[in-house]
């Protein structure tokens, strides 16, 4: 068999329906045996630091995974950061690099660079060494991309391969589905802690959302009466509007859940990392008991100690607990983890109620809540890095573990709407709205045109507030530069008129009512939108209000 024709049937038996990439020569053969099928769609983006991004966002939304094509060197090299971003979120894809012939390596052909090169930035790296082990290594690569913990496979294969006719080698079937089942002596132990505490709270990071445990989370954070806190990838793995959620750790939560945490006599941390981003450089408080459930043992005791560390799958560990926590008497609460939550939630509403009903100029905090108001509630939301974010994560609620998509640790600019993108595609249902800033825009403004030429009917919401504001307000603020410092405003872009050259519909919206109307009309357009929101400049950035 012809290995173009074997590398597709493959990704096809393994789920993959939906290829990202950008056509290049080295790649043709791919694209030849895609255009000449119907179970498999290739998309043609504009730059391969979409591509990857693309696949993040298909696979952040859904249960399935998509892949990346690329050409080798610049192609490779472009889509890093992408892929990066899924091995920071343990996010799975598999990335098809073509690579140089194995007789010209290390003679500076074309494009040519090490194949180790991109070991740091995916959970594999395979380089196909044979072509007659090609099949075989793209099922493995499959069967790694999706086993626990879960993240990108890049699947070297030299260009000359892909055109030979050779007897394939076939690999043996293996299961994906083999979760790590948790200790139940250590479950026991966990639950016996647990059962004790009279102010429990629980800590639910993107490994809850990885594992589809967003049920057993409900379940447990109800039995113990806990509040729940997530990590940035853990937004929404249980609904904002649940009585038992207290919001987001980032690095502008609020004094009050930062106390929650803290004032809490045990912490359970599940599908968490306690990554040094979302915990301030492991300078948040967490009390004495903590019980972390992680899938990866480095993590434990990385940045904080715990009294019980888990092993295991994030699902498989909050089932287990909520039987054995069934089987045992409670300690009664001083205060129930409702009002705990309640009070949080309350306190974040009245530290930037001055902020949502600013008017003129209109701040990002206000047009969020607007949006919100909007937007159907199964709707999925794609947000960019930036300052609106970052407000975002503590006043914009999200609805379920595959409703909200926004880069954790890696926290790259320019996701919003490549992301968006692979979130429409593998929810072709499903309202699908991207968040981005103007400065993030501007890194994958190429993207508003996929999204045209692919019939995306994707809504883009750009902030613009003509500034890297962010950026802008620490240099003013902590160093000897301007207020300011990084504003284009006296070289405004004006996005309705790019957009709009490019095909894709698009207003300007510049108060609440504006925006409601705007946004309701871009939802039921059915084709690729974009609504401009002008914010101000110098409104407060989210880490330093939020502490005041």
């Given at each position: 068999?012809?290995?173009n024709r074997a590398v597709i049937d493959r990704l096809v038996s393994n789920g993959v329906d939906t290829v990202f990439g950008i056509p290049g020569k080295q790649s043709l053969p791919l694209n030849e045996e895609i255009g000449s099928r119907d179970d498999i769609e290739f998309v043609v983006s504009r730059h391969e630091t979409a591509v990857s991004h693309q696949a993040w966002?298909?696979?952040?939304?859904?249960?399935?995974m998509a892949a990346t094509v690329v050409i080798p060197g610049p192609g490779d090299m472009n889509a890093m950061n992408g892929l990066k971003n899924a091995y920071n979120d343990c996010t799975p894809l598999l990335h098809i690099a073509i690579e140089t012939e194995p007789d010209l390596r290390g003679g500076d052909a074309i494009h040519e660079t090490p194949p180790d090169t991109y070991d740091p930035v995916v959970k594999e790296n395979v380089l196909v060494e044979n072509p007659e082990s090609t099949a075989a290594e793209i099922d493995r690569a499959a069967a790694v991309a999706q086993s626990e913990p879960q993240g990108p496979v890049r699947v070297g294969i030299p260009k000359n391969f892909l055109k030979m006719d050779v007897a394939l080698a076939e690999r043996g079937s293996s299961s994906v589905e083999g979760r790590i089942e948790p200790d139940p002596e250590t479950v026991s132990r966990a639950a016996d802690l647990l059962a004790s505490a009279s102010e429990p709270v629980i800590f639910a990071g993107g490994g809850v959302r990885s594992a589809d445990a967003s049920d057993e989370l409900r379940a447990v954070a109800e039995r113990l009466d806990a509040p729940?806190?997530?990590?940035y990838k853990g937004k929404g793995v249980l609904a904002e509007d649940h009585d038992l959620s207290a919001?987001?750790?980032?690095?502008?939560?609020?004094?009050?859940?930062?106390?929650?945490l803290a004032e809490a006599d045990i912490v359970l941390g599940v599908g968490t990392d306690f990554d040094a981003l979302g915990t301030r450089g492991f300078s948040v408080e967490f009390p004495d008991d903590l019980i972390h459930v992680t899938l990866d043992a480095n993590d434990i005791g990385t940045g904080y100690d715990p009294t019980i560390g888990v092993v295991a799958d994030a699902k498989l560990t909050l089932s287990a607990m909520d039987d054995a926590l069934a089987d045992r008497e409670l300690e009664s609460s001083t205060r129930s983890g409702v009002e705990r939550a309640r009070y949080v939630r309350e306190r974040t509403a009245e530290r930037v109620s001055e902020l949502v009903d600013a008017r003129d100029p209109l701040t990002s905090v206000g047009a969020l809540s607007v949006i919100r108001n909007v937007l159907p509630r199964d709707a999925i939301v794609t947000a960019d890095a930036g300052g609106f974010r970052v407000w975002g994560l503590n006043t914009f609620e999200a609805y379920g573990p595959h409703r909200y998509v926004n880069p954790g640790s890696w926290a790259t600019m320019g996701t919003g709407v490549p992301s968006a993108i692979g979130a429409a595609l593998s929810n072709p249902e499903t309202p699908v709205v991207a968040l981005t800033g103007d400065g993030g825009l501007m890194m994958c403004l190429h993207e508003l045109h996929t999204a045209v030429a692919e019939e995306v009917p994707i809504v883009v919401v750009v902030f613009n507030n003509e500034d890297y504001a962010l950026i802008s307000d620490e240099a003013g603020r902590s160093y000897d530069l301007q207020p300011q410092e990084y504003e284009w405003g006296d070289s405004p872009i004006d996005f309705v008129a790019v957009a709009e050259g490019m095909g894709v519909d698009a207003t300007r919206a510049d108060g609440p009512d504006e925006i409601r109307d705007a946004l309701?009309?871009?939802?039921?357009?059915?084709?690729?939108?974009?609504?401009?929101?002008?914010?101000?400049?110098?409104?407060?950035?989210a880490s330093e209000w939020m502490s005041e």
């Open positions: 068999m012809r290995v966002g298909y696979a952040e939304t859904s249960d399935g729940v806190v997530t990590s919001g987001c750790l980032s690095g502008s939560a609020s004094p009050e859940l930062l106390s929650c309701s009309h871009a939802l039921t357009a059915d084709r690729p939108s974009l609504v401009e929101i002008r914010t101000d400049p110098t409104e407060p950035q």
